[in-house]
C-alpha cells in the first residue's frame, strides 16, 4: 500500500514539473536562442512553442500539457507490458488528472497577454518634469 501512495506521488511531481517547465518553454526556448546569437551558431528548434490564446488576457502554452501526456502515456505503455495495469492505471490517471488542474489553478503555462492599450502608451506623451 505504502509502494502504489509513493508511486502515484512521484507521478503526481513528475508530471508538475513537466508541466511547470513546459509551461515556462517559450521562456526556455528564448534563452537558448539568445546563447546561440552570442555564439554566433545557429540555433536547432526541435520543439516549437505551441501557444493558444484562450481569453483576451491570457495565453495557453500547450507543452506543459503535451510533456505531462507524453509521459502518461509512456508509463501506461510500461504498465501495460508489465501486465500491471489493474491497481496502477487508475492511480496513474488520478496523479495526471490532478497534477493537470492544480497546474492550471496555479495558472502554469497562461502567462498574460498583452492587450491593445498596454502596449499602445506613447513614450513621448510623458509629462516633462
Known amino acids: 500500500m505504502v509502494k502504489r501512495i509513493a508511486f502515484t506521488l512521484i507521478q503526481f511531481v513528475a508530471f508538475l514539473a513537466l508541466m511547470y ?3 515556462n518553454w517559450d521562456i526556455i526556448r528564448l ?4 546563447n546561440a546569437m552570442a555564439n554566433h551558431k ?3 528548434n526541435p520543439i516549437p512553442t505551441i ?6 488576457t ?33 492511480l496513474t490517471f488520478l496523479a495526471f ?15 498574460p497577454a498583452s492587450t ?9 506623451a510623458a509629462p516633462q518634469g
Not at 31 to 34: H, I, L, P, R, S
Not at 51 to 56: A, D, H, L, N, Q
Open 21 to 23: 517547465v513546459g509551461g
Open 31 to 34: 534563452g537558448q536562442e539568445m
Open 42 to 44: 545557429a540555433f536547432w
Open 51 to 56: 501557444k493558444y490564446p484562450i481569453t483576451s
Open 58 to 90: 491570457h495565453i495557453l502554452i500547450a507543452n506543459g500539457i503535451l510533456f505531462a501526456a507524453a509521459l502518461f502515456v509512456l508509463i501506461l505503455l510500461f504498465e501495460a507490458l508489465r501486465k500491471k495495469l489493474r491497481p496502477w492505471a487508475a
Open 97 to 111: 488528472v490532478l497534477a493537470v488542474i492544480l497546474g492550471y489553478a496555479a495558472k502554469m503555462g497562461l502567462p
Open 116 to 124: 491593445p492599450d498596454s502596449s499602445s502608451i506613447p513614450y513621448a
